[in-house]
């Protein structure tokens, strides 16, 4: 039989840990990068954004565009159909029969301008969010990268994939345009 006491002396490793700001509240909750986040949706006025898979820090950057001023149009790319006729032309919509109705057509105004007409006097201008933009070909985030500057008032905020952590990148250099 062994003894406990007579297996040898173990050496105790000394672990030295870096206490952050950011261990006592949170990583999620400290970003400093909400100027330059407002800067750059300035500058580039379309961005392709890269959140993480569990979601909700989308909403702290469109929280700060709102208090900027900025009123929302939210799309999902799942059944927008073309952006170019969708966003700034009429456009038909067919809903779906059942039997015996009638194939009916409906024309809708450009969803862009119908918002801007409604947006009040001291907005700012009209955020174009889309999200599951991942799914749309080159030529679609093309048109979405040179929509502001078709309407001036409007910025683009397309949500592109994900990331370990939140970033953006201007929407012209995801979708193949010259800067």
């Known amino acids: 039989m062994r003894r406990l006491g007579s297996v040898g002396r173990q050496k105790k490793a000394a672990f030295r840990c870096n206490i952050e700001l950011q261990d ?13 986040w407002l ?14 898979h569990e979601g909700g820090y989308e909403g702290r950057y469109l929280t700060r565009l709102k208090y900027q001023g900025y009123h929302f149009l939210d799309l999902s790319a ?7 006729t969708t966003l700034t032309k009429f456009h038909p919509v067919c809903p779906a029969h059942v039997g015996k109705q009638p ?4 024309y809708f105004p450009p969803e862009v301008d119908y918002r801007l007409s409604l947006l009040p006097p001291d907005a700012k201008g009209l955020v174009v969010w889309i999200i599951e933009a ?3 070909s080159k030529a679609e985030l093309q ?4 929509l502001p500057t078709l309407r001036p008032n409007v910025r683009v905020i397309a949500e592109c ?3 370990r952590k939140f970033m953006w990148k201007p929407l012209k250099e995801i979708a193949g345009l010259s800067q």
């Open 24 to 36: 006592f509240i949170g990583g999620d909750l400290i970003k400093l990068d909400l100027g330059q």
């Open 39 to 52: 800067s750059d949706v300035e500058e580039h006025k379309a961005l392709a954004i890269y959140s993480p």
């Open 78 to 84: 799942r059944g927008l159909g073309d952006p170019e």
């Open 103 to 106: 194939i009916a057509r409906w």
């Open 134 to 136: 991942k799914v749309l």
């Open 143 to 146: 048109f979405l990268a040179l």
């Open 161 to 163: 994939g994900n990331w």
